[in-house]
T-cell receptor, first 113, second 115 residues
């Protein structure tokens, strides 16, 4: 049973560029959440996708956008990258119920120069 | 503001010592509670979860946690730690007024176990 997978594992971009990160959820899960984990900090909720719609959003600017596909996989897009966007971006999947625990992928480490 | 507090930021123990990591949250409604562990170089793994029922929950690797509703606490325990338990531990909660979608994490506790 494959867990949550994310690609790429590492990425280096320059300020002002755009980036797309990808996530495939755990088998049987239909909900995908994205988190940003700055170095030495706890994960911060970016948004969650369910049934191809953004269901909830955290305190992140509109430069952060996402998409969910019919097969439940998801993309996180960040436009106009800032140095402060350097972080580990985590994808978590869960069943679409209130009692579903979120399972995390290995993350994509983004460095903005 | 809704928040999760972990009181110990760094804990150093010798092998076989007992462990208790504190977690408190600030919300009076119904919540789901979780402990996650992040081993060096690895991804966040779910240790245990509490939704309802018996307030003492058992997780993987000998960990357990007790939910005390009156104290808004969900402390993690292990009777005897091993060197391989060296990791960062995060308490997380959902079910705040924003719904069950968003996990709010504590700042984490770095545990170092010396042989």
């Amino acid at each position: 049973d494959a867990g949550v997978t994310q690609s790429p594992t590492h990425l280096i971009k320059t300020r002002g560029q755009q980036v797309t990160l990808r996530c495939s959820p755990k088998s049987g899960h239909d909900t995908v959440s994205w988190y940003q984990q700055a170095l030495g900090q706890e994960p911060q909720f970016i948004f969650q996708y369910y049934e191809e719609e953004e269901r909830q959003r955290g305190n992140f600017p509109d430069r952060f956008s996402g998409h969910q596909f019919p097969n439940y996989s998801s993309e996180l897009n960040v436009n106009a990258l800032l140095l402060g966007d350097s972080a580990l971006y985590l994808c978590a999947s869960s069943p679409g119920t209130e009692r579903g625990a979120q399972y995390f992928g290995p993350g994509t480490r983004l460095l903005v120069l | 503001a809704q928040s999760v507090s972990q009181h110990n930021h760094h804990v150093i123990l010798s092998e076989a010592a007992s462990l208790e990591l504190g977690c408190n949250y600030s919300y009076g409604g119904t919540v789901n509670l979780f402990w996650y562990v992040q081993y060096p170089g690895q991804h966040l793994q779910l240790l245990l979860k509490y939704f309802s029922g018996d307030p003492l929950v058992k997780g993987i690797k000998g960990f357990e946690a007790e939910f005390i509703k009156s104290k808004f606490s969900f402390n993690l325990r292990k009777p005897s730690v091993q060197w391989s338990d060296t990791a960062e531990y995060f308490c997380a909660v959902n079910g705040f007024s924003g719904g069950y979608n968003k996990l709010i994490f504590g700042a984490g506790t770095r545990l170092a176990v010396h042989p």
